[in-house]
């Protein structure tokens, strides 16, 4: 199945939202239909993705700003080498975190949220659709416990409420917010049928 053009769908949520899963699902399904379809995620596979994971095993080794740096430059990295080259060859792209993500997780920081939305829109493609998995943090942080370290439970757990309030922020026709509480089976029809429902705009 063709598109006119290129899509791009991004995935938002906490840690601990289903992003992943939901974004497997929903790559599984498109696949299935015969669409070209292909899975990002920030921060990374590159250079400035992967300082930032190792960066991240120590919560306090960066400022704020040193942060948005990092992930900006990640960010123009994506943007170049994945993002624009596969919206060119007009497929459909998933992406799990994009600008969003920095808007609430370094604004949540105290980074004027303007300032992060400005420099952003200087340089990334515009997502088609975004849909922002919500869930209360201490589910969310229930659901990675087992993956994470426990440490610092609680501080996170008050940081990501912070972030949370900033993801349901954002309104718009693109940005879709779904209840992340829900089963995932219902939230992966949901997501499909808006999806769907989009392509048929788009379709050739
Ligand atoms: P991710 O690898 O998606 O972690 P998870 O799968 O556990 O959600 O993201 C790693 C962390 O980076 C996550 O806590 C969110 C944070 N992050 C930011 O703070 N700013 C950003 O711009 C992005 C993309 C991620």
Do not use: C
Not at 23 to 45: C, K, Q, T
Not at 54 to 75: G, I, Q, V, W, Y
């Amino acid at each position: 199945m063709a598109v006119q053009k290129g899509i791009l769908i991004v995935l938002e949520g906490i840690d601990g939202a289903g992003k992943s899963t939901q974004a497997e699902i929903l790559m599984n399904r498109l696949h299935e239909r015969g669409y070209d379809v292909v899975y990002f995620r920030e921060p990374s596979e590159g250079k400035w993705g992967q300082e930032i994971k190792k960066k991240a095993a120590d919560p306090d080794s960066l400022s704020p700003e040193e942060e948005l740096d990092l992930f900006l430059k990640d960010r123009k990295e994506n943007v170049e080498k994945n993002l624009r080259p596969a919206l060119e060859k007009k497929k459909i792209v998933i992406l799990d975190r994009y600008y969003f993500s920095t808007i609430a997780y370094q604004g949540a920081k105290g980074i004027d949220q303007k300032r992060i939305r400005r420099v952003n829109e200087e340089f990334v493609v515009e997502p088609d659709l975004v849909f922002f998995l919500d869930v209360d943090p201490r589910e969310g942080l229930d659901r990675i416990k087992n993956r994470k370290k426990k440490d610092r439970l609680f501080e996170r757990a008050e940081y990501l409420v912070k972030v949370r309030e900033i993801f349901r922020s954002f309104r718009g026709e693109r940005f879709i917010h779904i209840d992340s509480s829900k089963p995932k089976k219902e939230i992966s029809a949901e997501i499909e049928r808006i999806v769907l429902n989009y392509l048929i705009g788009v379709r050739l």
